[in-house]
Structure formats: C-alpha cells, structure tokens
C-alpha cells in the first residue's frame, strides 16, 4: 500500500499576486534607480527597490522553514532550485504548486538531467 502524502502549498492567491508585483516592481525601480541616479544616487529609493525586489524569494524562504510534510531531502531540493539560475521558474512553481514534494521531485530529476547533457 502507498501512502503517499499531498503537501500543497498554503501560500493563498492573493498573497502570491502581491509577492510578484512587489518583486516586479522592485525590479522596475532598482533598474530606474540605477539609469537615473548616476549623478546623484538615490540612497533610499535603491535600498526601498532592493528589498522589494527580494519579496518573493524571502516569502519563498520563509514558507519553506515552516513547511510541514515536506522531507528534509525535499526541502534540500527546493533550496538549490532557489540558489540555481532556475530561481525565477522555481519561485513560480514553489508558490503556485499544488504538491510541492512531487515538484520537488521533478525538478531534481531536470536538474539532473541538464547536468548530464554537460
């Protein structure tokens, strides 16, 4: 018998939707920030586009520490995604996944699978 257990993701839609237009908006201001402020940098306008720009990473982080269900190999799993240059599409699919183990486990796989093709 397999019992196998279903972790989703408890992070709601609405707070998803948030996290990105934070992130994207950091992103636009970090980028403004720099091509306007090369005379006069704006000190607090760059470190306000900075920590928007981490929302949803930190979020990300902070979930998985509290995450119940999940093994510590899963857990693993999900932080190299988030540290590899697949850290935007392992952001999205973290927050918006419905079992987060067997994405876990999926990814791995493609993870693996790039590094042989090397």
């Known amino acids: 018998m397999?019992?196998?257990?279903?972790?989703q993701s408890t992070v709601p839609r609405?707070?998803?939707?948030?996290?990105?237009?934070?992130?994207?908006?950091?992103?636009?201001?970090f980028v403004v920030t720099a091509i306007l402020g090369f005379e006069e940098p704006n000190t607090?306008?760059?470190f306000a586009s900075g920590a928007m720009m981490f929302a949803a990473?930190?979020?990300?982080?902070?979930?998985?520490?509290?995450?119940?269900?999940?093994?510590?190999?899963e857990k693993r799993i999900w932080m190299k995604e988030f540290g590899s240059a697949e850290v935007w599409s392992a952001l999205?699919?973290?927050l918006?996944?419905?079992?987060?183990s067997e994405?876990?486990?999926?990814?791995?796989?493609?993870a693996l699978a790039r590094r042989e093709s090397k």
Request: overall charge positive; glycine content about 8%; cysteine-free.
């Open 96 to 100: 918006s996944s419905t079992n987060l």
């Open 92 to 94: 999205s699919e973290y």
């Open 2 to 7: 397999n019992s196998q257990v279903l972790v």
């Open 14 to 29: 609405g707070v998803v939707g948030v996290l990105a237009v934070l992130t994207v908006a950091g992103i636009a201001g």
């Open 44 to 46: 607090p306008m760059f």
């Open 57 to 73: 990473p930190v979020a990300a982080l902070m979930h998985l520490s509290v995450t119940r269900g999940l093994t510590h190999d």
């Open 103 to 110: 994405s876990a486990k999926r990814r791995a796989q493609d």
